[in-house]
Nanobody, 126 residues
C-alpha cells in the first residue's frame, strides 16, 4: 500500500490549504474499507493526531487544536482523502502525514494505523 500526501506549502496566518492523500498500487479496494487519518509532526515535537474519518466518511474526529478550522473528507471513488485547513496559525506548521487505519473506523491513536504516507510540509508564517 502506498499513500502520498500532497498540497502542502507556505501560507500566511489566516490562510488556507487543502491537503490530499491518494493511494497507488493495489490499494483502491482497501482504502474504501478502512478508516483514514491525518497526523502531523512539528520540528522537535512528537507526531500528533489531527483528524480522522471512518470508511463511510462520517463521524469525523478532530484534535481540539483544529476543531472548527480543519475539515476532513474522503472520496472513495477517487481513492482520496482530503484535509481542508482554514484559519491557519503558525503553530500548525508541521509535516502532515496521512495514514490508513487497520480497521473501518476512525481513531486518534497512531497505533491504530498500519500504513503511512510520505508527508507534506505545511508552513504558516508571516
Amino acid at each position: 500500500v502506498q499513500l502520498q500526501a500532497s498540497g502542502g506549502g507556505s501560507v500566511q496566518p489566516g490562510g488556507s490549504l487543502r491537503l490530499s492523500c491518494t493511494t497507488s498500487g493495489r490499494t483502491g479496494r482497501i482504502i474504501s474499507n478502512n478508516g483514514m487519518g491525518w497526523f502531523r509532526q512539528a520540528p522537535g515535537k512528537e507526531r500528533e493526531f489531527v483528524a480522522a474519518l471512518n470508511w463511510r466518511g462520517s463521524d469525523p474526529l478532530y484534535a481540539d487544536s483544529v476543531k472548527g478550522r480543519f475539515t476532513v473528507s474522503r472520496d472513495n471513488a477517487k481513492n482520496t482523502v482530503y484535509l481542508q485547513m482554514n484559519s491557519l496559525r503558525p503553530e500548525d506548521t508541521a509535516v502532515y502525514y496521512c495514514a490508513q487505519n487497520r480497521w473501518s473506523g476512525a481513531g486518534s491513536s497512531s497505533h491504530q494505523y498500519r500504513y503511512w504516507g510520505r508527508g507534506t510540509q505545511v508552513t504558516v508564517s508571516s
